[in-house]
């Protein structure tokens, strides 16, 4: 396996950097021409600003219907038939939207009734598994059903994933038939967990020892191992794994040279190499 690592510094207000990397996450079978749109629309849907119903700073590409959202946008997830957006806006592309909303390459539409409670209710994760789309952020109810801060979709109705986890989620990642999700926490679901937990359809589990620290930022998976960066430190055989570790399914191992920050976005890329690492 080849690791790169890459911190992105570029300043950009208001867009959670996490988008960009999620946005070149591709369905095979999905149209680039979408998917370069809808990077484009993320990035200008992300300043949230309006005039005579066209976006403000003029990037908006109103071939994804006008007049853009009404706030940020800070996730994205692809299926082989929609483009899965979720973010802090109650409107998109001229429709009412709770918080997250998809694209068919038409047509903007609401995922139900959206998400909505808490405080300053967003959708800050997205990932995809089959036909289910699981969002997470700051909610407590998804579609009228109560959500700790993490729900799924079906394509027909919401339903919660236990009792939740009881603070902001900020990542999720799906490997096999399991959702992980990380951020700031000690349990999901009432199970003990630090800052990391996976949800294998029925119920919530630690991952190991988890990630003792401050946060999980970001998460991706491959088909046998989960990559994790944030601010974070565990200890595993006298091995220090600070700010990017992996997981493969029995223990935590430190990847590559100590990073100096902690990372926002993680994605896995095999167009050259078996494995690339980007964060």
């Not at 409107?91 to 300053?120: E, M, P, Y």
């Amino acid at each position: 396996m080849v690791a790169i690592f890459s911190l992105l510094t570029t300043p950009l207000p208001l867009v959670d950097r996490s988008v960009i990397f999620l946005a070149m996450k591709i369905h095979p079978n999905t149209a680039g021409s979408m998917i370069s749109l809808l990077i484009i629309a993320l990035l200008a849907g992300a300043h949230g600003q309006t005039t005579n119903g066209v976006d403000a700073d003029g990037y908006w590409d109103t071939s994804i219907g006008v007049p853009g959202s009404d706030g940020p946008i800070r996730a994205m997830v692809v299926t082989p038939s929609t483009v899965v957006v979720g973010g802090s806006f109650g409107r998109i592309g001229g429709i009412n939207a709770n918080f997250i909303a998809q694209w068919d390459g038409h047509n903007w539409s609401g995922l139900g009734s959206g998400v909505t409670g808490g405080f300053g209710p967003q959708v800050l994760a997205l990932a995809a598994q089959g036909g289910n789309i699981y969002a997470a952020g700051v909610f407590s109810l998804a579609g009228g059903v109560p959500a700790g801060n993490i729900a799924k979709w079906d394509g027909d109705k919401w339903s919660a994933l236990g009792t939740g986890i009881p603070t902001v989620v900020k990542a999720l990642a799906v490997s096999g038939t399991d959702l992980y999700a990380g951020a700031e926490f000690s349990s999901a679901g009432g199970v003990a967990a630090a800052n990391i937990a996976r949800w294998d359809g029925t119920n919530w589990h630690a991952v190991g020892s988890g990630l003792p620290g401050y946060t999980v930022n970001c998460l991706a998976a491959s088909r046998d191992a989960l990559y994790v960066g944030g601010y974070f430190t565990n200890w595993m055989d006298g091995v220090e794994i600070k700010y990017l570790a992996k997981w493969d399914g029995l223990q935590w191992s430190p990847l590559g040279s100590r990073l100096y920050a902690d990372p926002y976005s993680v994605l896995l890329h095999s167009a050259v190499q078996e494995h690339e690492i980007l964060i």
